[in-house]
């Protein structure tokens, strides 16, 4: 038999119950959004079918392309821009795997009072600096070099 | 008992025929685009794609429970090393479907005080700040030296999983200072034992020290890192293996949410790669888990270190372009 001793702490809980929701949300929306995005229901930015197909002057297909390279070749925007392409199907796709990717903030977020209201400071700035990380990862401030 | 074996190894057979045909039919697209003018690659639907991916994914998905690993280690070399998409979309690609993985083990982990949140929080600090400096590197670095790095890496994770030992209750004789004050112990109901184990870590610093080095290169790569995690976790910080398994799976959606974000606003994620292989690997998982009652893990293990040494050495050979 287990006891009180084993059962997880009261955040772990609350921690693992909004993973749970938001992971089948996400899962579903992504899921939804790619069918619709296959059917064509909703026009695409890239064309699903010029994915495959090898520009003029180029060795290699679309998709073979680097990343930098193919959001030149479509006009893609970086960072939090692809919002703004939300209404075609291939961008939809994106508020899945958005949400997919921003659980674990809210996470964070949802059990930090927890850990205030336990006066366990080590973990209440744990949380915080987590948050901070993973919200400038998230910001699209961060820009990639090298090209 | 014959009876057993003999299912058994029909299991075992079936996957690797399974296998042998997807691989057949992958090296024949792949080989096509390869020899044919840039203009032929019209030739093959774009359609075709995404389902041989989804079918492989599938089985990479099967194998990935049977043979003790994260879908991401098996599907960046695997993708990347056979199909016509940049390593930049595998990468990416790579990071959502151990993301997504991890995002659906965590929470019955966690649940069941197997994942523990004390344990990961510092951890997952560490590791996914780095694991930004890693996207970021990855993504800066042309596909020629990440194939020749990934195919390394792959080569050293099939010599850890060779190799490697794992201790079902490490003994730590003492805590160090860092996981007393941070408080990180636990405990937890081992049902094979039909009792409760305490558990403590130590060599806590240098354990987060290496998850710099793991969260990296989880984020270059795009790799799940429970490769990595489990060793610290288990035979350095001396964790029990099933709080080391559990927690390294749940701490994967951490590490990969931070890295995911980088190649997400750089634009390197393409929904025609990523929702087809998230859908495969875990549908394929789900299958994994009825299998893996029957099939014998031994042989499923070598078979998986098999398929990662050849993608390894397809990475690396493909970056040094003597098998492009």
């Known amino acids: ?147 | 008992m014959l009876l057993k074996t003999l299912k058994t190894s029909k299991v075992v057979i079936s996957l690797i025929v399974f296998l042998i045909l997807i691989a057949g039919t992958v090296t024949v697209f792949a080989s096509a685009e390869a020899v044919a003018p840039p203009i032929a690659n019209s030739n093959v639907a774009w359609w075709v794609w995404p389902l041989v991916l989804f079918v492989v994914t599938f089985v990479l998905g099967i194998l990935a429970v049977l043979g003790g690993v994260g879908g991401g280690v098996l599907f960046v070399p695997i993708v990347g090393g056979f199909f016509p998409f940049n390593i930049d979309f595998v990468r990416g690609a790579g990071l959502l479907v151990a993301l997504a993985g991890a995002l659906a083990a965590g929470p019955g982990l966690l649940k069941r005080n197997l994942a523990s949140l004390r344990l990961s929080l510092p951890v997952a600090l560490i590791a996914s700040s780095a694991a930004i400096g890693g996207a970021m590197i990855g993504l800066a670095l042309k596909p020629n030296v990440v194939n020749i790095l990934l195919g390394a890496t792959i080569l050293f994770i099939v010599l850890i999983m060779a190799t490697a030992k794992k201790s079902d209750f490490p003994i730590v004789p003492k805590p160090d200072n860092l996981s007393q004050s941070l408080g990180i112990m636990g405990i937890y109901r081992e049902e094979s034992l039909g009792k409760d184990v305490e558990w403590t870590v130590h060599k806590t610093p240098i354990g987060l020290a290496l998850f710099v080095i793991i969260g990296i290169m989880a984020g270059m790569f795009g790799l799940g890192a429970g490769w990595a995690n489990v060793p610290v976790l288990n035979l350095l910080m001396g964790a029990p293996l099933k709080i080391s398994v559990a927690t390294s799976k749940f701490l994967l959606s951490i590490t990969d949410t931070s890295a995911a974000w980088v190649y997400l606003n750089q634009g390197a994620v393409l929904p025609m790669i990523v929702v087809p292989s998230i859908v495969g690997i875990m549908l394929g998982s789900m299958v994994g888990v009825k299998i893996l009652a029957k099939a014998k893990p031994k042989a499923i293990k070598w078979m998986v270190i098999g398929l990662l040494l050849f993608a390894g050495l397809r990475a690396l050979l493909k970056g040094l372009e003597i098998w492009k």
């Open chain 1, 1 to 147: 038999m287990s006891n009180d001793r084993t059962k997880a702490s009261e955040e772990q809980i609350i921690y693992a119950n909004i993973l749970n929701k938001g992971m089948w949300f996400g899962l579903a929306l992504l899921v939804i959004t790619f069918i619709i995005y296959m059917s064509g229901m909703l026009p695409s930015h890239v064309p699903i079918e010029e994915l495959s197909k090898t520009p003029p002057g180029s060795e290699v297909p679309y998709w073979g392309m680097r990343a930098h390279e193919f959001n030149i070749a479509f006009n893609i925007p970086t960072g939090w821009g692809w919002t703004a392409l939300a209404g075609k199907g291939d961008y939809l796709n994106f508020v899945g795997i958005a949400i997919l990717a921003g659980l674990t903030i809210l996470c964070y977020l949802a059990i930090l009072p927890i850990l205030i209201k336990k006066k366990d400071t080590p973990y209440v700035i744990i949380a915080i600096l987590e948050v901070a990380v993973l919200a400038l990862a998230a910001s699209g401030i961060l820009k990639v070099g090298g090209h």
